[in-house]
Structures are given as structure tokens and as C-alpha cells.
């Protein structure tokens, strides 16, 4: 079973705070994602990595950067935390196999961050 | 516009029932269909997924695709309690690693 897991379940930071979300998947996946979940506004994509060291922006970036050191991990960093950015925060990887690919998405359980 | 939009619920149905959920999408280049259930409080768990169009069966649920109409549902048969859920559409091209997303549908079972 792939698992994707996530260094925190529940975070509370104040203003102006640098947050970092830690998530480490198993599987070898080549692919990974950060999603904000937010009710009312469904899941929507902060950034997202093909392979180490490389990134792209997803719907909404500002604010956020994101590091991919290593094949397995994918980190999604606030540099300076708003209340705004108060939300549940998902991971997920996905695989990539030759030509073709399910894009099917693997998630872990969320960290739900609240800025104070 | 919403590239997929999700009939937005909240649904509440009686134990046993047939549930149907439903999403539209806009782009024709979708090729792949997934559908994932989130518990409260927990990320969401890939519940089924097809290929373009027709019917795909996994026990009480069924997935249907119809591309012609950009139209694909979920059918929850014998809805028990426990498949009170969100439940997220997805559709992606298939070539990139990149799905978008439905904004969910709220489902209660009642016992």
C-alpha cells in the first residue's frame, strides 16, 4: 500500500511565523502535490514536482514555496504565516510510468494549520 | 467557469438507498476519471477510477463515464452509514501527473 504521510496533524503558528510542512511518501513516486482544502473552495493546488529539485506553480502560490531535495519528500514552506493561510494542508504523489499514467493521487492525512 | 463542476449537495439519504453523485466537466482532452471519498478529518482515499467512456463496478459502487455528454456519476447501491462522506470528483489528461478536482458532495446515510 503507498503511504504518504505528513510530519503534523495539527500546527498553530502565529503571524509573521516561517512554517514548514513535511511529507514523505514510500512508493517511488515521481510525482508530487500541496493542496488547500478550504470549505466552499474545494481543493486547490499550491504547488506541484515532476522530480527532485524541480517545481511548478499551481493555482495559488502566493505565499508559499515549496523544496524537493529528495525523491520521497516534499516540502511546502510559509514564509511569513497570515491568518488567511489558516486551512487544511494535503499532500499527495502520484506516478508517473512511462508514457502513460492514472494520475491516480495517493493523499496523506492533512495537517490542519491554524495562524493565530 | 469551473473546468469540473460537482452538484454541490449536501446530500441525506435513508440506509439502503441508491445514491447518485454527479459531475460535469468543460475540457474534452480528459481521459481519466477518479473518484475519492474523504472522511471527516482525513485526506481522500481513491475509491474508483476509469478509463473514457462506460461503466466501471466495485461492489455496492459503480462509476460512469459518458464523454460524448461530459457528464460522470458515482451510484452508491445499498448506502450504508459508513459511506457517509465528502465525495471528489477528479478528471486529468494524463500525461502530466495533474487532476482537477470537483468541489465535493456532502453524503449522510441515515440508519
Known amino acids: 500500500d503507498v503511504k504518504v504521510t505528513q510530519s503534523s496533524r495539527y500546527l498553530v503558528k502565529r503571524t509573521g511565523e516561517k512554517v514548514f510542512l513535511e511529507c514523505v511518501q514510500d512508493m517511488d513516486h515521481e510525482n508530487m502535490f500541496w493542496y488547500r482544502q478550504d470549505p466552499g473552495l474545494g481543493l486547490r493546488l499550491i504547488y506541484f514536482s515532476y522530480d527532485v529539485k524541480m517545481k511548478e506553480k499551481g493555482d495559488i502560490p502566493e505565499g508559499y514555496s515549496v523544496s524537493r531535495e529528495k525523491k520521497e519528500r516534499f516540502s511546502l514552506i510559509l514564509e511569513s504565516a497570515s491568518t488567511n493561510q489558516t486551512s487544511m494542508y494535503l499532500c499527495?504523489?502520484?506516478?508517473?510510468?512511462?508514457?502513460?499514467?492514472?494520475?491516480?493521487?495517493?493523499f496523506g492525512p492533512g495537517t490542519r494549520l491554524t495562524v493565530l | 467557469q469551473k473546468e469540473v463542476e460537482q452538484d454541490p449537495g449536501p446530500l441525506s439519504v435513508p440506509e439502503g438507498a441508491i445514491v447518485s453523485l454527479n459531475c460535469t466537466y468543460s475540457n474534452s482532452a480528459f481521459q481519466y476519471f477518479m473518484w475519492y471519498r474523504q472522511y471527516s478529518r482525513k485526506g481522500p482515499e481513491l475509491l474508483m477510477y476509469?478509463?473514457?467512456?462506460g461503466n466501471k463496478e466495485d461492489g455496492r459502487f459503480t462509476a460512469q463515464v459518458d464523454k460524448s455528454s461530459k457528464y460522470i456519476s458515482l451510484f452508491i447501491r445499498d448506502s450504508q452509514p459508513s459511506d457517509s462522506a465528502t465525495y471528489l470528483c477528479?478528471?486529468?489528461?494524463?500525461?502530466?501527473?495533474?487532476?482537477?478536482f470537483g468541489d465535493g458532495t456532502t453524503l449522510t446515510v441515515k440508519p
Open positions: 476509469t478509463y473514457s467512456s
Open positions: 499527495a504523489s502520484s506516478l508517473t510510468s512511462g508514457t502513460s499514467s492514472t494520475d491516480t493521487q495517493y
Open positions: 477528479a478528471m486529468s489528461v494524463g500525461n502530466a501527473g495533474k487532476s482537477t
